[in-house]
């Protein structure tokens, strides 16, 4: 048949695959003759070569080689075929170098490309002539025109499909992957992806390689095996599955932590072929492109929340630029509190109230254990200060409500991208108010608490604080929260003079916090009662220092006023009398705490006598004694 066939390629494909496996089945026996051995190969107009014929290009393959592939296909695909095999006495390497043109003892090296991309498989033979034949499942497949993944892939590579649509700044990073590998001469070079959000540096490896028909496969670092051999094994099965897919790869090494874990991801980089695509902090052996997935701009968020919220959308023009300003969410997650805020309003919810609600959630990052997210309840009401530190509170919440109007609309950001976070250092005396002022802060602002525990965060290994503070930095600065550095003199103090080691790496520690505080973009509220053990370069950062004295009297009578919630049975208090101790209003809070569960567990309502017992245990746990003039009046 040599007229050209109008068919579809798939269709193309079988019969070119039949018409060759016709004639290796005549080469099994020339002697017979008859119409099957004369049979001419076909012709088709195809808009591509057969499988058969892509797979001996792709690959290398000498004319012998891949009629070596033919005629292990011919015995899966074929009843008549294996029946002649099987007369010959098996498909052997012995069968082909006798019975197939142009052959070769080279083709079955280890190095060859037929066992080296495991195009066929050996059994056991006695000699390498006896030794049976039998083709990989997965070219089996390749060869009839159909596409499964490698099964022995599965589990480690997932598709990853396009996003339905990119912020403009990530489709200019999209089309620049695409220009860079559409314009490379020969092999792709692996490109390097940097950001914050994985999720868009996914969204945009895919858009790209989808701008070059080629799909696109996420494996994790995570995943690759710890033995070298089946590391390799890994890396030369993926590179035979994107030559036969077009595909490329994602090598997501993101968290990568331990130093072997990197170093295995290097040699797989290494050992594994086709275009690549990587994420993570991984230091490559050869040159890559690097490309930064930049956090989407806030005018791009607002786009994105005015499209995926629909008409209403529209109607929140305005407040959406406020929730922008509070919130910098990446797409995936603008999409999710879009769905959420419009379900919350749904059920009776103000929808600016709703969005807050679920940006408020979606915006909320991992810290693994290093700060704990307090919600803040406490408002201003609930704060006993004098004027000028209220106004300074009041100052604090102003810049940080308006940071992004005056740093980006107003055009400040663009003459220095240092120091536009906000910082404020709260120091008194313990009970002051100083915790409760950050979370009346955190509360107008509409934002969560993140109060770091140093604890958790101060490493005795070199270069661990940094990272654990990094972490705790890149919370703050993603879910918008106000970051808490309580007794923060034990963490930013003075840095010393180095006489050895242990000096030279505290002080890179605060080296680093001062520098990491400069490209902090958000409010930083650090808390101490020792203000001059603080290191100087820190004050001299600080936008508001407020001070926190201890409170008068008339202070102390209106903390003793806020100091029972309107629930709490009271009977016959005198303010007076009790605004005479000399206490704090964390000390204030304590006893009026400790006096309602006294009075509480004797049925009655809060009264004088609860409150002096429960200021003498107060007073004597902090080893401090009731004076006469703080007790006069209380009989």
Not at 148 to 165: H, I, K, R, S, W
Not at 173 to 192: C, F, G, M, N, T
Not at 399 to 410: G, K, M, S
Not at 597 to 611: C, I, K, Q, S, Y
Request: charge should be negative.
């Amino acid at each position: 048949m040599n007229a050209a066939i109008d068919t579809t390629w798939a269709e193309a494909n079988q019969r070119a695959l039949t018409a060759a496996l016709g004639r290796v089945r005549a080469q099994l026996s020339p002697d017979e003759g008859g119409e099957e051995a004369g049979d001419a190969p076909a012709e088709f107009s195809m808009a591509e070569p057969p499988a058969f014929e892509r797979l001996a290009a792709t690959f290398g393959l000498s004319p012998f080689e891949r009629d070596v592939v033919l005629l292990c296909a011919g015995v899966e695909l074929e009843a008549a075929f294996a029946a002649r095999v099987a007369e010959a006495g098996g498909a052997t390497f012995g069968l082909a170098l006798a019975a197939l043109p142009d052959a070769h003892w080279s083709a079955l090296t280890p190095s060859a490309p037929l066992r080296y991309w495991r195009l066929v498989h050996l059994g056991s033979g006695d000699t390498l002539a006896a030794t049976p034949l039998r083709l990989d499942e997965r070219v089996l497949h390749f060869l009839t025109g159909t596409d499964p993944l490698d099964e022995q892939l599965e589990g480690f590579v997932q598709p990853v499909a396009p996003p339905a649509g990119l912020v403009p700044s990530h489709r200019v990073v999209a089309e620049q992957i695409r220009a860079a590998w559409a314009s490379a001469d020969a092999a792709l070079p692996a490109v390097r992806l940097t950001g914050s959000d994985p999720v868009a540096v996914l969204g945009v490896a895919a858009s790209a390689c989808a701008a070059l028909g080629l799909p696109l496969y996420r494996l994790d670092a995570a995943s690759i095996p710890n033995a070298p051999a089946d590391a390799d094994l890994l890396a030369r099965l993926w590179t035979r599955e994107a030559a036969l897919r077009r595909a490329a790869l994602f090598l997501d090494a993101d968290g990568l932590d331990a130093d072997d874990a990197r170093q295995r991801t290097v040699r797989f980089l290494d050992a594994v072929g086709g275009p690549v695509l990587l994420s993570g902090d991984v230091i490559l052996r050869h040159p890559a492109l690097v490309f930064d997935v930049p956090r989407p701009r806030r005018a791009e968020q607002q786009a994105w929340w005015i499209a995926t919220l629909g008409p209403a959308g529209e109607r929140l023009n305005g407040q959406l630029g406020e929730i922008t300003a509070q919130y910098d969410l990446p797409t995936a997650a603008i999409e999710a509190a879009s769905l959420r805020g419009l379900a919350l309003a749904d059920g009776g919810v103000p929808l600016p109230d709703a969005l807050r609600t679920a940006c408020r959630s979606q915006a909320r990052q991992r810290t693994d254990g290093l700060a704990h997210r307090i919600e803040p309840v406490a408002t201003w009401d609930d704060l006993v200060l004098p004027e000028p530190q209220q106004q300074l509170l009041h100052d604090l919440a102003v810049h940080a409500r308006q940071r992004v109007r005056v740093h980006e609309t107003w055009g400040f950001a663009a003459r220095s991208s240092r120091g536009l976070g906000i910082t404020a250092l709260f120091s008194g005396p313990s009970g002051t108010g100083k915790t409760l002022a950050a979370e009346v802060v955190a509360h107008t602002l509409g934002l969560d608490l993140l109060h770091v525990d140093l604890s958790r965060v101060v490493s005795k290994y070199i270069g661990e604080t940094e990272k654990n503070l990094g972490r705790v930095f890149d919370a703050a600065e993603v879910g918008g929260a106000v970051l808490l550095f309580d007794e923060a003199d034990a963490l930013f103090g003075k840095r010393s003079e180095v006489k050895d080691s242990h000096d030279r790496y505290a002080n890179l520690e605060v080296s680093y916090l001062l520098q990491r505080m400069e490209a902090y973009r958000g409010l930083a509220i650090l808390t101490t009662n020792l203000k001059k053990s603080l290191d100087d370069a820190f004050q001299r950062r600080l936008r508001f220092v407020v001070p926190f004295p201890l409170p008068d009297a008339a202070h102390r009578a209106a903390i003793w006023q806020r100091a029972f919630p309107p629930e709490t049975p009271t009977e016959g208090l005198d303010v007076a009398a009790l605004a005479r101790l000399n206490a704090t209003g964390g000390t204030i809070r304590n006893i009026a705490l400790h006096a309602a569960f006294l009075a509480a567990d004797a049925d009655e309502p809060v009264r004088m006598t609860h409150l002096l017992a429960a200021a003498r245990r107060v007073y004597a746990k902090n080893e401090t004694t009731l004076t006469d003039h703080e007790l006069r009046g209380w009989a």
